[in-house]
């Protein structure tokens, strides 16, 4: 196992994580999103990693991106970034089959020891994405009531919201 820095070459990898853990995570019946919702989001996966590693080629100031690889996969991913001097937990995703509690904790571990100087964290979650919130809560994060938001997925179909803060 090989926790590091994120690397151009691992966008494909990256797609991969984001994708598997979107069709995972986010179709949901009481907000209309659909397995096909999720797909056509990712369905060119050479523009996604083109767009990904031009992103990481850039110079993006106050973004930190991390990977796990096991047997040359990408495994997990997750993106912290600085906006307006507020530390924000802006992508935390793990493959499905790695998805196991030890895996969870070794990884929140690891963000929190890389951004200890921070007082106040923040992340957002789908209020439907009980698991997440659930596990949120256990290290400190509580929910900021009525900062509800929606993340546009397809034509009239987004993902509700939560922003929660430790």
Same mark, same amino acid.
């Given at each position: 196992?090989?926790?590091r820095?994120?690397l &151009?070459t691992d966008?494909s ?15 949901? =019946?009481?907000f ?6 999720? *797909?056509? !989001?990712?369905?060119? !996966? ?13 110079d ?11 047997n040359s ?13 507020? *530390?924000?937990?802006?992508?935390l995703?793990?493959? &499905?089959?790695?998805q196991w ?5 070794a990884?929140?571990? +690891? ?5 200890k ?5 923040? *992340?957002?979650v789908?209020v439907?994405n =009980?698991?997440?919130?659930?596990f949120? !809560?256990?290290?400190?994060?509580? +929910? ?5 938001s929606f ?7 987004s ?6 803060? !430790?």
């Amino acid at each position: 196992m090989q926790i590091r820095k994120i690397l &151009p070459t691992d966008a494909s990898g990256v797609y991969e994580v984001v994708k598997n853990t979107w069709l995972q995570t986010y179709p949901n =019946t009481e907000f209309g999103i659909t397995q096909d919702d999720i *797909l056509q !989001k990712f369905a060119d !996966k050479n523009k996604y990693v083109n767009n990904f590693q031009e992103k990481l080629s850039q110079d993006i100031q106050n973004k930190n991106w991390w990977v796990c690889i096991i047997n040359s996969q990408v495994v997990w991913v997750f993106l912290s970034q600085i906006i307006e001097e507020k *530390l924000y937990l802006k992508v935390l995703y793990v493959m &499905p089959d790695f998805q196991w509690i030890w895996v969870w904790k070794a990884l929140i571990n +690891i963000f929190f020891e890389n951004y200890k100087d921070y007082n106040e964290i923040y *992340l957002w979650v789908a209020v439907y994405n =009980t698991k997440a919130i659930n596990f949120y !809560k256990k290290y400190w994060f509580e +929910i900021i009531p009525w900062s509800e938001s929606f993340h546009k997925i397809a034509e009239n179909k987004s993902i509700p919201n939560i922003l929660m803060k !430790k």
